[in-house]
Nanobody, 126 residues
Framework: QVQLEESGGGTVEAGGSLRLSCAAS?????????MGWFRQVPGKEREGIAS????????NYAESVKGRFTISQDIAKSTLYLQMNNLTPEDTATYYC??????????????????WGKGTGVTVSS
């Protein structure tokens, strides 16, 4: 059974940093094609913010986080990370990791992903 479990969320002041982790199990991490981080605010669509191709590590970022967030992975630990720096109140959301076992040319599109974690909350206070 595939499981993705996010951790590392919490409350931070504007300008602060957090690092999210996503532990993957039940599937060989290296067999995934792509992993991604998404976020969602109540009443809004889920937004793809960062993705990484397992083979080669190419990353993609949404404009809203480019230069502030960094996605990375430790394949040996089957873990995905999201380093978030210079956080603003607009980054407040529930953050989800997702895994995609087949190819995609749209790695920031939520409909491309098959497996999802339950999310971790991030609150940025002003």
């Amino acid at each position: 059974q595939v499981q993705l479990e996010e951790s590392g969320g919490g409350t931070v002041e504007a300008g602060g940093s957090l690092r999210l982790s996503c532990a993957a199990s039940g599937y060989i991490y290296a067999s995934y094609f792509c992993m991604g981080w998404f976020r969602q605010v109540p009443g809004k669509e889920r937004e793809g913010i960062a993705s990484i191709y397992i083979d080669g590590g190419q990353a993609n970022y949404a404009e809203s986080v480019k230069g502030r967030f960094t996605i990375s992975q430790d394949i040996a630990k089957s873990t995905l990370y999201l380093q978030m720096n210079n956080l603003t109140p607009e980054d407040t959301a529930t953050y989800y990791c997702a895994a995609q076992p087949w190819g995609t040319a749209r790695p920031l599109l939520s409909s491309e992903y098959k497996f999802w974690g339950k999310g971790t909350g991030v609150t940025v206070s002003s």
